[in-house]
């Protein structure tokens, strides 16, 4: 089993900044991919970023392009979701999750997943 602790979220205004952790613990060679995921009020989750941790090869929703950055930490088992000049409308439920193989952006491919943090960005 591999555990997945999120941390970093708050309340910002829009232009601001936040950077979310994403702690993993437990049988971690069983996965290969990580990835955060957001779900907004009324709306479906939708995957923001992912990251092949063997490799380090990154991949992110357009929408997240150029303001989102995804990064890891081997030696801590932490992935991060450094975002930058946030808007209203990527406020939600942050979550992460890890895999082994599959899409970074199908959430199917993921057996494992975080309890969330919240993101709220205020106009």
């Known amino acids: 089993q591999v555990q997945l602790v999120e941390s970093g979220g708050g309340s910002v205004q829009a232009g601001g900044s936040l950077r979310l952790s994403c702690a993993a613990s437990g049988s971690t060679y069983l996965t290969n991919c990580m990835a955060w995921f957001r779900q907004a009020p009324g709306k479906e989750r939708e995957g923001d970023a992912g990251?092949?941790?063997?490799?380090?090869?990154?991949y992110y929703a357009d929408y997240v392009k150029c303001r989102f950055t995804i990064s890891q930490d081997n030696a801590k088992n932490t992935v991060y979701l450094q975002m930058n000049s946030l808007k209203p409308e990527d406020t939600g439920m942050y979550y992460c999750a890890a895999a082994y193989g599959g899409s970074w952006s199908d959430q199917s491919s993921f057996g494992y997943w975080g309890q969330g943090t919240q993101v709220t960005v205020s106009s």
């Open positions: 990251i092949y941790t063997g490799g380090g090869s990154t």
